[in-house]
């Protein structure tokens, strides 16, 4: 069974850093590409970023260009979301989801952005 | 402003069908496939249709999809009360070096 497990979310205040991790499970990870996939208090689903599964290609949503960085780690089947310089607007749910548009969901980590 | 346009609203009564549409572009859906969820509030959404019409283990053939240039449909017959949820399209867009794009999303309503 494909499971997904999101962590390291909380409360950070506007400018600050916050690394989330998705431990996978149930399939080889190491063979799939993988997405983090956001959405905010009422509103709807907003793609933010993917990474090959070699993580040798990494895409971005242009609001999280410059601020966030995905990585892999194949050896501890583990996904991350590294996030910087946040704002109040990144206030959101971060789902980690297998493939690039997401085939298999996590539960979702809050992250919460304010002073 | 999402990228993928859906109505923010359907209805319909149990056992009629009901269409969700899905418009994009020429660097999404008409070069690319397109993935429908479902999503019930507080929980994760859930596939329910990838590759334009390829339904995952699980889901009932209620379910279909269909593409055509640039737009895409789901499709539910027979509706039922748990169909009542939120329903996202999404499709890779090729342009910006490359990305996934989200429709805004419709709330569906069985009355």
């Keep these: 069974e494909v499971q997904l497990l999101e962590s390291g979310g909380g409360l950070v205040q506007p400018g600050g850093s916050l690394r989330l991790s998705c431990a996978a499970s149930g399939f080889t990870f190491s063979s799939y590409v ?3 996939v956001r959405q ?3 509103k709807g689903l907003e793609w ?3 990474i090959s599964n070699s993580g040798t290609r990494i895409y971005y949503a242009d609001s999280a260009k410059g601020r966030f960085t995905i990585s892999r780690d194949n050896s501890k089947n583990t996904l991350y979301l590294q996030m910087s310089s946040l ?4 206030t959101a749910v971060y789902y980690c989801a297998r493939d690039s548009l997401g085939s298999y969901w996590g539960q979702g980590t809050l992250v919460t952005v304010s002073s | 402003q999402s990228v993928l346009t859906q ?3 359907a209805s319909g009564t149990p056992g009629q069908r009901v269409t969700i549409s899905c418009s994009g572009s020429s660097s999404n ?5 397109v993935n429908w969820y479902h999503q019930l509030p507080g929980t994760a959404p859930k596939l329910l249709i990838y590759s334009n019409n390829q339904r995952p283990s699980g889901v009932p053939d209620r379910f279909s999809g269909s593409k055509s240039g640039t737009s895409a449909s789901l499709a539910i017959s027979g509706l039922q009360s748990e169909d009542e949820a939120d329903y996202y399209c999404a499709a890779w867009d090729d342009s910006l070096n490359g990305r996934g794009v989200f429709g805004g999303g419709t709330k569906l309503t069985v009355l």
């Design chain 2, 29 to 33: 859906i008409g070069s690319n496939t």
């Design chain 1, 48 to 50: 933010v970023s993917a």
């Design chain 1, 87 to 90: 704002r109040a607007e990144d």
């Design chain 1, 34 to 36: 993988m997405t983090w």
């Design chain 1, 40 to 42: 905010a208090p009422g």
């Design chain 2, 7 to 9: 109505p923010p609203s």
